[in-house]
């Protein structure tokens, strides 16, 4: 979105237009959408941005719910925005140590200030992006005067009176729509300041769950998060913001419920062991946060081989930290074989899962052919130094 387009939409015309719009959700929704509002003698600017923000509202309804229908985007800042469901998470952490105010340096659209000024908390908002700043403005308005926006440097903030800060470092080039990510040495502001300023003031920094662990603070908190199987974050957390005794986490949210698991440091490892009648599937969270020896001793399970996150036991349990599966049998895994023998069980319906095996999974599949009324999950694996191929149901 670009300024005009920004001016033309915040009055009351391009606001009800707006609100008035069903949802759009396809290419074809805009171009009907955008003849309609034209042919009723709409600016170009103003159909513009209402059928954009129309389509953005539809797409994020999968991070913020029905709030998303009164709030404004830009595609990059709605990519790059906290879930909701984390973002309340982290308001709470802020609660819990007796924060009452917080600056959001590098707010974006405001999703995770949306959390901290819903929860109670006086926010203070910046970004360096005039645009952005404007939307945060407007999706933050209903709790002014105690949040207050800004548009400016992270750097330049007056931090003045707040208890701690909550940094999301710019890890992709500048830009509203298309972005690419850049290298942690280019972040904005540079992760020297973000760490340096961590260091004197309570804070929660949010970055890419790939981050190199060695370049984390040694005196931090690093908590990985997974949503529903994807492992969207790491927050460093610091000063009174960090609990005791916890150096290494990973929550696990799926749907309504979140399991957490922490440890002092990096768990020891379990020895490989022999296939079992279970392979369990760690969650991304805890694979990063290195944990995976702790939940392979609740489930009496040991890796299927070193330095392969498939883990495996004769134990019939589960956890809230992987995903199970009770093993059928064990198959060739060379393509054509594979797929006589998934002919022969009438397997139609195909989860592929694969770790420790250079194949593209969706490439694969059109070589198996399959037929059949049966479903089941293949696992393509590395067990020593064989590749196997295990059909399995999930528990």
């Given amino acids: 979105m670009e300024m005009a387009e920004l001016d033309a939409l915040l009055t009351r015309e391009g606001l009800a237009l707006l609100d008035s719009l069903d949802p759009v959700e396809t290419t074809g929704d805009v171009a009907h959408v955008v003849s309609r509002l034209r042919a009723a003698g709409h600016g170009p600017d103003l159909v513009s941005a209402a059928v954009g923000q129309a389509r953005l509202r539809a797409r994020a309804r999968a991070k913020f719910g029905e709030l998303a229908d009164r709030m404004l985007f830009t595609r990059a800042g709605l990519e790059q925005a906290t879930r909701t469901s984390v973002a309340l998470r982290?308001?709470?952490?802020?609660?819990?140590?007796?924060?009452a105010s917080v600056a959001?340096?590098?707010?974006?659209?405001?999703?995770?200030?949306?959390a901290f000024a819903g929860s109670g908390l006086a926010v203070r908002a910046v970004?360096?992006?005039?645009?952005?700043?404007?939307?945060?403005?407007?999706?933050?308005?209903?709790?002014?005067?105690e949040t207050t926006v800004v548009h400016g440097t992270a750097e330049g903030a007056d931090l003045a009176g707040v208890d701690a800060v909550w940094l999301d470092p710019a890890r992709r080039?500048?830009?509203?729509t298309e972005t690419k990510r850049v290298s942690a040495a280019d972040y904005s502001p540079p992760l020297d300041w973000v760490f340096d300023l961590a260091s004197r003031v309570p804070a929660g920094i949010k970055l890419g769950p790939a981050h190199?662990?060695?370049?984390?603070p040694d005196d931090a908190e690093a908590q990985w998060i997974s949503v529903d199987g994807s492992t969207v974050e790491l927050v460093v957390w610091t000063g009174r913001l960090r609990r005791e005794s916890v150096a290494r986490s990973a929550l696990v949210i799926r749907g309504d419920e979140a399991h957490e698991l922490t440890a002092p440091a990096d768990a020891e490892d379990e020895p490989p062991r022999e296939l079992g009648a279970f392979v369990h599937e760690p969650e991304g969270a805890v694979i990063r946060a290195r944990l995976i020896g702790d939940v392979a001793r609740a489930?009496?399970?040991?890796?299927?081989?070193?330095?392969?996150?498939?883990?495996?036991?004769?134990r019939?349990?589960?956890?809230?930290?992987?995903s199970s599966f009770r093993v059928r049998e064990t198959l060739p895994a060379d393509a054509k074989r594979l797929a006589r023998a998934l002919?022969?069980?009438?397997?139609?319906?195909?989860?592929?899962?694969?770790?420790?095996?250079?194949?593209?999974?969706a490439a694969f599949r059109k070589k198996l052919s399959l037929k059949g009324d049966g479903a089941a999950t293949l696992i393509m694996t590395r067990m020593g130094d064989k590749r196997v191929a295990l059909l399995a149901d999930r528990v």
């Fill in 90 to 99: 982290h308001a709470d952490r802020m609660h819990r140590a007796g924060i």
């Fill in 104 to 114: 959001d340096l590098g707010c974006g659209i405001g999703g995770d200030a949306l």
């Fill in 127 to 145: 970004d360096a992006d005039e645009v952005t700043a404007a939307l945060a403005a407007y999706n933050l308005a209903p709790f002014r005067p």
């Fill in 173 to 176: 080039t500048g830009g509203r």
């Fill in 212 to 216: 190199d662990r060695e370049a984390l």
């Fill in 299 to 314: 489930l009496g399970a040991g890796p299927v081989a070193q330095g392969i996150a498939y883990l495996t036991g004769d």
């Fill in 316 to 322: 019939e349990v589960t956890s809230p930290f992987v």
């Fill in 343 to 361: 002919r022969e069980r009438g397997i139609g319906t195909l989860e592929i899962k694969k770790r420790g095996i250079d194949i593209d999974p």
